[in-house]
């Protein structure tokens, strides 16, 4: 297993997240906060390691998850089905199926419940790029957890669950 070269073991520590709480005058739970600061600052490395792996295969991050979108549900939804089903604004996937389509990775072509909407269509040569990637997609996602058990990942998914839940903390008014 390969490692991170941006990855140092000069990360934030519970001592350092402490001193930083009690300068505020706060209460907080240090552990609390350093786990929030670790899961975001290895967020933004992923982020980036994803982009780079994406890269290699002519993608983004999101033009491959769009693509994966299409192909999971059969290769074809409307927009606003992708845009819900990938967490981002119409105006995104706009930007994405442009691109796309472009590459003749996907087509839009109108609907067949409503002539006057359209949707994305998967098309051959989508279809083929992922068949194509993903041997060496899959190889690579399965080494970044290489160092974790089978039990491990499980409790690793349960507790990405229960944070997940807790994002909206981040933006609540």
Do not use: N, W
Not at 28 to 53: F, I, K, T, Y
Not at 114 to 143: C, I, K, N, W, Y
């Amino acid at each position: 297993m390969s490692q991170d070269p941006d990855h140092t073991s000069a990360q934030p520590t519970l001592d350092q997240a402490a001193r930083q709480i009690r300068h505020y005058g706060l209460t907080a739970d240090p552990q609390s906060v350093l786990v929030m600061v670790r899961l975001m600052a290895a967020g933004a490395r992923l982020g980036q390691a994803a982009e780079a792996h994406f890269g290699r295969f002519g993608l983004s991050t999101g033009r491959y998850r769009l693509l994966a979108d299409l192909e999971d549900c059969g290769g074809e939804k409307s927009p606003s089905q992708l845009a819900a089903g990938l967490g981002v604004s119409r105006a995104t996937v706009t930007g994405l199926v442009d691109g796309l389509e472009r590459d003749g990775l996907v087509a839009r072509r109108p609907s067949r419940e409503d002539g006057r909407a359209s949707v994305v269509v998967l098309t051959a040569r989508g279809a083929q790029r992922l068949r194509e990637m993903a041997p060496e997609h899959f190889r690579r996602l399965e080494a970044v957890v290489g160092g974790l058990t089978e039990a491990e990942r499980g409790t690793f998914l349960e507790l990405l669950e229960r944070i997940a839940r807790g994002i909206g903390e981040l933006t609540a008014e």
